[in-house]
């Protein structure tokens, strides 16, 4: 490859964009740490939906899960739900009676990469001749085919049920801009398309004999997305690969990341603000190019003072692409990328913007604004101003932070989705139902062999799922137990025992609570002392309640700074405190003043409550420091320790405060509450009057604050 320069100043640049791209994340240990919270998501999320017998698979793909991305490049979260419980069939050999199938069905109106979908009988394996629903196409040769519009109508109307917003883009729908979810269905055959792929020369020997045969066991998905010059594109569906260019992705280099985080940083503040919404180059034409560069070029152009090269080659391969009109997809090369998203007078816009960045030696990454790319580049060569600039340390525990919060709001939301399902069960029978979830064998997901990882990330997922669970049975069965006067045994001691290391405080605040309803108030304090000496200042409160956005939240700096100390796992059980949850059937194991908490819709209150709350909204539930406090000053109390007591509520009344300023507290008003019930205990009935219509003020509607505004001015 001939340089365009001098050989030094690539050199040296390289070495100085990659300092750059480090201070920015761009590291081996924030890119790995990426991939496991997303794949350890994608796990949790699949053996959830596993547990409950539903037959949907999830992954994540795109930016985050590769950890091909920056604190401010606002990558959103890709997700492929994948129904496995169709049977897609390349040819009718492939049906299978009882189940819904589909035949592939290459129709003479379909371009490359797209295919419709023959709806097929259950009982035999022939053609469907009558449509089932509005979603059901007939041709005009009698043939019905799905259509690629039914999932988005149905999802559109859930999200209008429930009050959500509504986003839609391409096959993606969605509640929010930042997450894209995706539906599919699961290719049983490599389409035909591939096939070239598999067998074309590679002159360099990526991807390996050993990733192709993974790949083409991985095969393919389908998603509801027509072609975008089709006169019939409401009954087409795209064949994706996206297992294939994820496992593409993840067998990179650090160094391959940092030629393809350059490239997108180049799009975002050069390229695009250039064409000016004249077209649009994405990040899967400069992935494209990404693979075709790793396949042409030599080993040893993969280097530290080479980047620059790297990122040149890619450059011209887009160029090229523009001259020629087509954009080859990586895997099926007859599909044009360039199709929908740059028409040919684009092209040549394109084709300039490029030209002027090869040209210049890539002279504009000193203007990409992006994570201060630029003044970080120049600070690395002049001595200028860096007052914009985030330290690697910080940036790095920035990325930690948003990792752990994601995956430890998620964990608790998989929880909170399968005790969803427990709504209206009596003690007895929710306790039936979550012994029969924890004991049940892991069924397994759809793996391929070479997805140990994810295999043992199901085991470990599902051991942490059924400790949550257990948590929650064991407070169920005590709670009966109480009820009815019967000693507890020790199968729930056992269970309370195996759940202790969900996180630092949650499950010991729920075995001292049924201890102080228990009255065995000095066992209690015992638990309690506990749980405040391993609560120390490097622990983060977290919610799955719907109320923790990690996206926006930022957790303590003396929690990021300690987890990101630590190893490529950083959900760190040990250093987060979810908040504790009582469901009505748990309701002898609570305090009876949290029992309000449990009714706290008046009226019609329900209707108006945000849907992420209504899961929850006739639980009790409390973050796990103000309950701490609650349950010392009530276990103080009983037991006569007057000192001790008043200890127990300045640190309450102190939780409350420090929560409220530092954003710690997800559940405030109840916070509230404990600490004015609290006052009403130290016969101060005015302020704690106060206390609730201030929560009152805060939120009018679905608070317990309007019950207990009656009981102490005698409303009835």
Not at 441 to 455: M, N, T, V, Y
């Amino acid at each position: 490859m001939n340089r365009l320069v001098s050989g030094w100043f690539y050199d040296v640049m390289s070495l100085r964009l990659i300092a750059a791209l480090e201070d920015m994340g761009v590291t081996e240990l924030i890119v790995g740490r990426r991939r496991h919270t997303f794949l350890q998501d994608e796990s949790a999320k699949s053996v959830s939906l596993k547990l409950r017998g539903s037959n949907v698979v999830f992954y994540h793909f795109g930016s985050m899960t590769e950890g091909t991305t920056t604190p401010s490049m606002g990558s959103d979260i890709d997700t492929l739900y994948c129904n496995d419980g169709v049977n897609i069939m390349s040819g009718w050999p492939e049906w299978e009676r009882g189940r819904e199938n589909l035949l592939m069905v290459k129709h003479e109106t379909c371009s490359p990469q797209h295919y419709r979908l023959q709806e097929a009988r259950r009982d035999l394996p022939l053609p469907l001749t009558q449509p089932y629903d509005e979603y059901c196409v007939t041709d005009h040769d009698g043939k019905i085919y799905r259509s690629n519009k039914g999932i988005g109508h149905r999802v559109r109307q859930i999200n209008a049920d429930a009050n959500l917003p509504y986003f839609h883009a391409g096959p993606s729908h969605s509640f929010s801009e930042m997450y894209d979810f995706v539906p599919a269905y699961r290719c049983r055959t490599l389409p035909a398309e591939c096939d070239s792929w598999f067998t074309r020369s590679r002159p360099e020997n990526w991807p390996t004999l050993e990733m192709l045969q993974v790949a083409r066991e991985l095969g393919c998905f389908l998603i509801p997305d027509g072609h975008c010059f089709s006169e019939h594109s409401d009954v087409e569906w795209r064949v994706s690969p996206s297992l294939i260019e994820r496992h593409l992705m993840f067998s990179m280099e650090t160094i391959h990341t940092q030629c393809y985080v350059t490239l997108k940083l180049l799009k975002k503040d050069t390229i695009n603000p250039y064409l000016n919404g004249n077209g649009k180059l994405t990040s899967f034409h400069c992935k494209t190019a990404l693979f075709y560069a790793r396949e042409q070029l030599l080993p040893e152009m993969w280097t530290v003072d080479r980047l620059f090269d790297c990122i040149m080659y890619c450059l011209t391969l887009l160029r090229d692409w523009t001259t020629s009109g087509h954009c080859p997809h990586y895997i099926m090369d007859e599909v044009n990328l360039f199709d929908g998203k740059i028409d040919s007078e684009q092209r040549m816009h394109l084709h300039a913007i490029l030209t002027i960045i090869i040209d210049t030696h890539l002279a504009p990454l000193a203007f990409v604004k992006t994570d201060s790319l630029g003044v970080r580049l120049l600070h690395n060569v002049y001595t200028v101003a860096i007052w914009d600039m985030t330290p690697r340390r910080a940036v790095n525990q920035g990325i930690t932070g948003f990792l752990s919060g994601f995956g430890n709001v998620q964990q608790m939301t998989n929880v909170r989705d399968i005790l969803h399902f427990t709504a209206g069960c009596s003690p007895d029978a929710m306790c039936l139902y979550l012994h029969s979830l924890i004991t049940q064998p892991l069924q397994q997901l759809h793996r391929h062999r070479s997805e140990q990882d994810l295999c043992r990330l199901d085991v470990v997922n599902r051991d942490s799922l059924i400790r949550y669970l257990q948590q929650h049975l064991a407070s169920t069965a005590a709670s009966i137990c109480l009820q009815h006067g019967i000693q507890i045994g020790s199968r729930i001691w056992s269970w309370y025992s195996a759940a202790m290391n969900t996180d630092v405080a949650s499950t010991r605040l729920k075995l001292a609570s049924m201890l102080y309803c228990k009255g065995d108030l000095q066992l209690a304090a015992v638990v309690l002392e506990d749980v405040e000496r391993r609560y120390d200042n490097t622990v983060q409160a977290m919610c799955g309640c719907g109320r923790m956005d990690p996206l926006v939240k930022k957790p303590r700096e003396a929690f990021t700074e300690a987890v990101n100390d630590e190893n490529i796992n950083v959900l760190s059980t040990n250093r987060v405190a979810y908040c504790v949850s009582f469901l009505p059937q748990e309701a002898f194991c609570v305090p009876p003043f949290l029992h309000y908490e449990m009714v706290r819709a008046v009226g019609d209150d329900i209707q108006h409550s945000h849907p992420a709350d209504r899961d929850w909204m006739n639980w009790a539930v409390v973050d796990s420091r103000p309950f701490l406090h609650y349950l010392q000053y009530l276990t103080f109390r009983g037991l006569g320790f007057r000192h001790r007591q008043k200890q127990a509520l300045r640190s309450l009344i102190s939780s409350n405060l420090d929560g409220f300023r530092h954003g710690q507290l997800f559940h405030p008003e109840t916070a509230l509450h404990l600490a004015t019930h609290c006052m009403e205990m130290e016969n101060r009935p005015d302020l704690a009057l106060q206390g609730y219509l201030a929560s009152q003020s805060r939120i009018p509607r679905n608070n317990a604050a309007n019950w207990h505004i009656r009981r102490l001015t005698r409303i009835q």
